[in-house]
């Protein structure tokens, strides 16, 4: 008995030390994940440090992912399960986890807070964060975009007293209201040089569409009916199309402001760069830009110069005489995710990082104008006499609480992004100036109009029964076998024979385990999954056939990225294989140092391909680029092959990526970056070519061209065939290219199929229809891979029948 209990007291002692580092380790982890960077990211970092110090049994991991790839990685996450605890939200997207049962409804949560004042945060900001009558993000911060920041010095050369904000923009200026009149403002600041080209804009909105929607909201109008679940859109509102056609003109007619293309094509690259280098007299963003600016204009450096904000202008009704004052705006907040195991500590640290402690944190550091009203309206945002000389820019802060009250947001509908997609891609031809607002914005609400009516019907559609999926895979799989191993099976085998192939069987099993979980299983699920509408995270709804129906009769995109496909295949690959075989030809010269060469030639086709695209992007530039620079020189008025009279028949600098006829072929251009992959292949074929077929062919007479044409093409046609085959694979396949440098646009110009495809799966949710584009893809290439097939009758192999 004493050796028993020996035994069990050594036992307890074990399990005591066993389990003591998990009770030392009894602390709860929370993952919090925001999109804020560099400053704002130490600011926060510093905040959660705060907020474990007050609450010693919480420690919280903070993850920043850029606010491009966001949402798509926290889908992901969620259809993972292993979503945060905590999230960075903001209104546009909320909607879209809401909806699905991803994020948790905070009214409880705050019924059970004792002294938790939601009144006293704006009451625009709380309202937008609700759905379905519910509360899922409590915000942070609110962003009115109708800020103007303006240039105190460029005012005063110009004999312009300081704006107060009370002024009004009008669709022609009104000189006898001076500094009254933003459109009279705008002409004022705008210089030209003797030649006519503009040396400074009166006036750069961060983007054309933010000075737009300041135009359409403050003359009463709104893109859509009902911003939570819109059933009708307004872009053919008079007042719509009469606020777009004013925005173009002045860019493309007046040029007080600099347009899309000139915003984006720059050295500085961006408005509040033009505003630091005093290439814009006023500039129209959000709070968000202020601690970019202060760095840069430092008080005492040489750049310094004053600056200060005011409220963008309202419009005054004609007919009414009444001012009417909007603008739109951002926001963000922090909402819980359902997933979460610690709902009450996830609770603690949202109303810390939305609560005071994050606020005052962010604001002193003049980050994020504070949620709650009473913070934004204190010294922590407001600068006073005891804030530092180089935090009291800009002054006249106290407007933004004004601007809060004033802010339209933008349609919380999950399905927003993708039916304002359709509208917005032909906007871009009114900023360019070729059409009118009346002719892109009709066309861009039909097409919208259908895909809503879709949308709305899909509904009430039924679930997917997987029953059937997993009947109908399985007839896939068996099929598939039977395709492949049927034939085999028929033969008549030895005993002896029989066992080598199970033997080679169980040597074949982890590669064929792989093939199934990892290629063949996927492909199966993806083609279920054509037949579905399914967003990742809720249970999937039979479709039926509606996707493929959808994209060959009803999606006006399809057959434009088709089109755009089509022509970059007929153009690049043909192009490509040209420059391929010319520089495989030099290069199978036998001259000294000819591996570096060929090192060189073949380095570009290792590159990354964003990285290239980057590189590209800054060649297409039209100022300061290097394509412009060898065509029409420094000072832009060359001609060095000829081609301004079509290239620039403005005279103004070609936009290569910004023009709806050149974008396409910049990108075909860029194709023969890459061509050293194909050029080794066929130089690999060209050193294949026996020396006594030349020889044979000297002591005949044949020339150069003769030998070519007669030798060397037939002999290195198997290296032709096969660079053209992958070269069309590989054209249909083009994505990386658009997505980094062009985004689709122009106007659908460069909106290849995979792209597309990208944006109907991670952008829109849609991961059923994307599963058809992606199978109608399949069928392309095998139909049109059986097509090449034909041409091998053309090919010589050497040694064949």
Same mark, same amino acid.
């Given at each position: 008995?004493?050796?028993?209990?020996?035994?069990?007291?050594?036992?307890?002692?074990?399990?005591?030390?066993?389990?003591?580092?998990?009770?030392?380790?009894?602390?709860?982890?929370?993952?919090?994940?925001?999109?804020?960077?560099?400053?704002?990211?130490?600011?926060?970092?510093?905040?959660?440090?705060?907020?474990?110090?007050?609450?010693?049994?919480?420690?919280?991991?903070?993850?920043?992912?850029?606010?491009?790839?966001?949402?798509?990685?926290?889908?992901?996450?969620?259809?993972?399960?292993?979503?945060?605890?905590?999230? #960075?939200?903001?209104?546009?997207?909320?909607?879209?986890?809401?909806?699905?049962?991803?994020?948790?409804?905070?009214?409880?949560?705050?019924?059970?807070?004792?002294?938790?004042?939601?009144?006293?945060?704006?009451?625009?900001?709380?309202?937008?964060?609700?759905?379905?009558?519910?509360?899922?993000?409590?915000?942070?911060?609110?962003?009115?975009?109708?800020?103007?920041?303006?240039?105190?010095?460029?005012?005063?050369?110009?004999?312009?007293?300081?704006?107060?904000?009370?002024?009004?923009?009008?669709?022609?200026?009104?000189?006898?209201?001076?500094?009254?009149?933003?459109?009279?403002?705008?002409?004022?600041?705008?210089?030209?040089?003797?030649t006519g080209k503009v040396v400074q804009w009166g006036f750069a909105p961060s983007w054309t569409g933010a000075f737009t929607d300041t135009v359409v909201f403050s003359q009463g109008a709104r893109y859509v009916d009902d911003p939570e679940a819109f059933r009708r859109m307004n872009f053919t509102d008079p007042r719509v199309i009469r606020a777009f056609d004013f925005v173009a003109k002045l860019a493309t007619d007046r040029k007080w402001m600099p347009s899309q293309a000139e915003l984006t094509s720059v050295v500085q690259s961006t408005a509040v760069d033009l505003f630091i280098s005093q290439r814009v007299a006023m500039y129209q963003c959000g709070i968000w830009d202020v601690p970019k600016i202060r760095k840069a204009l430092r008080p005492g450096s040489p750049e310094f110069f004053e600056w200060d904000i005011t409220l963008a202008p309202g419009y005054k009704d004609p007919v009414t005489g009444t001012i009417s004052r909007a603008a739109p705006t951002g926001g963000s907040g922090y909402g819980i995710l359902a997933s979460t195991r610690y709902p009450k500590e996830a609770w603690l640290l949202t109303q810390w990082m939305a609560g005071e402690p994050g606020m005052r944190a962010m604001a002193k550091a003049g980050i994020a104008q504070p949620a709650i009203m009473r913070l934004a309206q204190g010294e922590d945002w407001i600068p006073g006499p005891n804030t530092p000389i180089e935090?009291?820019?800009?002054?006249?802060?106290?407007?933004?609480?004004?601007?809060?009250?004033?802010?339209?947001?933008? *349609?919380?509908?999950?399905?927003?992004?993708?039916?304002?997609?359709?509208?917005?891609?032909?906007?871009?031809?009114?900023?360019?100036?070729?059409?009118?607002?009346?002719?892109?914005?009709?066309?861009?609400?039909?097409?919208?109009?259908?895909?809503?009516?879709?949308?709305?019907?899909?509904?009430?559609?039924?679930?997917?029964?997987?029953?059937?999926?997993?009947?109908?895979?399985?007839?896939?799989?068996?099929?598939?076998?039977?395709?492949?191993?049927?034939?085999?099976?028929?033969?008549?085998?030895?005993?002896?024979?029989?066992?080598?192939?199970?033997?080679?069987?169980?040597?074949?099993?982890?590669?064929?385990?792989?093939?199934?979980?990892?290629?063949?299983?996927?492909?199966?699920?993806?083609?279920?999954?054509?037949?579905?509408?399914?967003?990742?995270?809720?249970?999937?709804?039979?479709?039926?056939?509606?996707?493929?129906?959808?994209?060959?009769?009803?999606?006006?995109?399809?057959?434009?990225?088709?089109?755009?496909?089509?022509?970059?295949?007929?153009?690049?690959?043909?192009?490509?294989?040209?420059?391929?075989?010319?520089?495989?030809?030099?290069?199978?010269?036998?001259?000294?140092?000819?591996?570096?060469?060929?090192?060189?030639?073949?380095? *570009?086709?290792?590159?990354?391909?964003?990285?290239?695209?980057?590189?590209?992007?800054?060649?297409?530039?039209?100022?300061?680029?290097?394509?412009?620079?060898?065509?029409?020189?420094?000072?832009?008025?060359?001609?060095?092959?000829?081609?301004?009279?079509?290239?620039?028949?403005?005279?103004?600098?070609?936009?290569?990526?910004?023009?709806?006829?050149?974008?396409?072929?910049?990108?075909?251009?860029?194709?023969?970056?890459?061509?050293?992959?194909?050029?080794?292949?066929?130089?690999?074929?060209?050193?294949?070519?026996?020396?006594?077929?030349?020889?044979?062919?000297?002591?005949?007479?044949?020339?150069?061209?003769?030998?070519?044409?007669?030798?060397?093409?037939?002999?290195?046609?198997?290296?032709?065939?096969?660079?053209?085959?992958?070269?069309?694979?590989?054209?249909?396949?083009?994505?990386?290219?658009?997505?980094?440098?062009?985004?689709?646009?122009?106007?659908?110009?460069?909106?290849?199929? #995979?792209?597309?495809?990208?944006?109907?799966?991670?952008?829109?949710?849609?991961?059923?229809?994307?599963?058809?584009?992606?199978?109608?893809?399949?069928?392309?290439?095998?139909?049109?891979?059986?097509?090449?097939?034909?041409?091998?009758?053309?090919?010589?192999?050497?040694?064949?029948?």
């Amino acid at each position: 008995m004493r050796r028993l209990a020996l035994h069990l007291a050594i036992l307890a002692l074990l399990l005591g030390l066993a389990m003591f580092p998990t009770l030392a380790r009894a602390t709860v982890e929370l993952r919090l994940v925001v999109w804020d960077g560099d400053e704002s990211l130490r600011v926060l970092q510093q905040v959660t440090r705060d907020f474990e110090q007050a609450h010693p049994g919480i420690k919280v991991r903070l993850e920043a992912v850029d606010y491009r790839y966001f949402f798509q990685r926290l889908l992901s996450q969620i259809a993972g399960n292993s979503a945060p605890d905590v999230a #960075m939200m903001d209104p546009q997207n909320m909607q879209m986890f809401a909806k699905r049962g991803a994020l948790l409804p905070l009214d409880p949560l705050i019924a059970e807070t004792p002294g938790f004042r939601l009144d006293e945060y704006y009451e625009p900001i709380v309202a937008v964060h609700r759905w379905d009558g519910k509360l899922f993000v409590l915000p942070r911060d609110i962003a009115p975009i109708g800020l103007i920041y303006y240039n105190k010095r460029l005012f005063r050369e110009a004999g312009l007293a300081e704006p107060d904000g009370s002024w009004t923009w009008d669709f022609e200026p009104r000189p006898e209201l001076d500094v009254g009149c933003f459109t009279h403002v705008m002409s004022r600041l705008t210089k030209k040089d003797n030649t006519g080209k503009v040396v400074q804009w009166g006036f750069a909105p961060s983007w054309t569409g933010a000075f737009t929607d300041t135009v359409v909201f403050s003359q009463g109008a709104r893109y859509v009916d009902d911003p939570e679940a819109f059933r009708r859109m307004n872009f053919t509102d008079p007042r719509v199309i009469r606020a777009f056609d004013f925005v173009a003109k002045l860019a493309t007619d007046r040029k007080w402001m600099p347009s899309q293309a000139e915003l984006t094509s720059v050295v500085q690259s961006t408005a509040v760069d033009l505003f630091i280098s005093q290439r814009v007299a006023m500039y129209q963003c959000g709070i968000w830009d202020v601690p970019k600016i202060r760095k840069a204009l430092r008080p005492g450096s040489p750049e310094f110069f004053e600056w200060d904000i005011t409220l963008a202008p309202g419009y005054k009704d004609p007919v009414t005489g009444t001012i009417s004052r909007a603008a739109p705006t951002g926001g963000s907040g922090y909402g819980i995710l359902a997933s979460t195991r610690y709902p009450k500590e996830a609770w603690l640290l949202t109303q810390w990082m939305a609560g005071e402690p994050g606020m005052r944190a962010m604001a002193k550091a003049g980050i994020a104008q504070p949620a709650i009203m009473r913070l934004a309206q204190g010294e922590d945002w407001i600068p006073g006499p005891n804030t530092p000389i180089e935090q009291r820019y800009p002054a006249n802060r106290i407007i933004t609480d004004i601007a809060a009250k004033q802010v339209v947001f933008p *349609p919380t509908a999950d399905y927003w992004t993708e039916i304002s997609g359709l509208v917005f891609s032909k906007t871009e031809s009114i900023y360019l100036g070729t059409a009118t607002a009346k002719e892109a914005l009709t066309e861009g609400q039909t097409i919208a109009s259908k895909r809503l009516e879709t949308i709305l019907k899909e509904e009430s559609l039924p679930r997917f029964d997987w029953r059937v999926g997993c009947i109908v895979g399985f007839l896939l799989l068996a099929g598939v076998l039977g395709w492949v191993y049927g034939p085999e099976l028929r033969k008549k085998r030895t005993t002896a024979q029989r066992m080598e192939n199970r033997a080679s069987l169980w040597f074949l099993a982890p590669w064929l385990l792989g093939a199934l979980l990892f290629a063949i299983g996927p492909m199966i699920f993806s083609f279920l999954m054509s037949f579905s509408k399914w967003d990742i995270i809720q249970a999937a709804d039979y479709r039926g056939i509606g996707n493929y129906r959808e994209a060959l009769f009803q999606d006006p995109r399809f057959w434009t990225t088709v089109k755009v496909t089509g022509v970059y295949t007929l153009v690049s690959v043909p192009l490509g294989m040209a420059f391929a075989l010319a520089l495989a030809l030099l290069l199978n010269t036998k001259v000294r140092g000819i591996p570096v060469y060929r090192t060189f030639f073949y380095l *570009p086709a290792l590159a990354s391909a964003v990285a290239s695209a980057l590189i590209w992007r800054k060649i297409f530039q039209p100022e300061g680029g290097l394509l412009n620079f060898v065509l029409f020189g420094k000072d832009g008025r060359g001609d060095f092959l000829g081609l301004a009279s079509w290239l620039a028949p403005n005279g103004q600098l070609p936009n290569w990526l910004g023009d709806e006829r050149l974008a396409l072929p910049s990108l075909i251009i860029m194709s023969l970056w890459g061509v050293g992959g194909g050029m080794v292949i066929l130089l690999a074929g060209l050193q294949g070519i026996p020396d006594y077929y030349y020889e044979a062919a000297t002591l005949d007479g044949a020339g150069p061209w003769s030998k070519f044409k007669a030798v060397t093409l037939p002999m290195v046609s198997p290296s032709l065939f096969f660079t053209l085959i992958t070269g069309v694979i590989g054209s249909f396949q083009v994505f990386t290219q658009a997505f980094v440098m062009t985004q689709g646009g122009p106007n659908d110009s460069t909106r290849f199929y #995979m792209l597309h495809l990208y944006d109907q799966s991670f952008g829109s949710l849609r991961m059923g229809y994307a599963s058809a584009l992606a199978w109608l893809l399949f069928g392309a290439i095998f139909v049109v891979t059986r097509l090449q097939w034909k041409l091998n009758r053309y090919v010589y192999y050497e040694g064949a029948a």
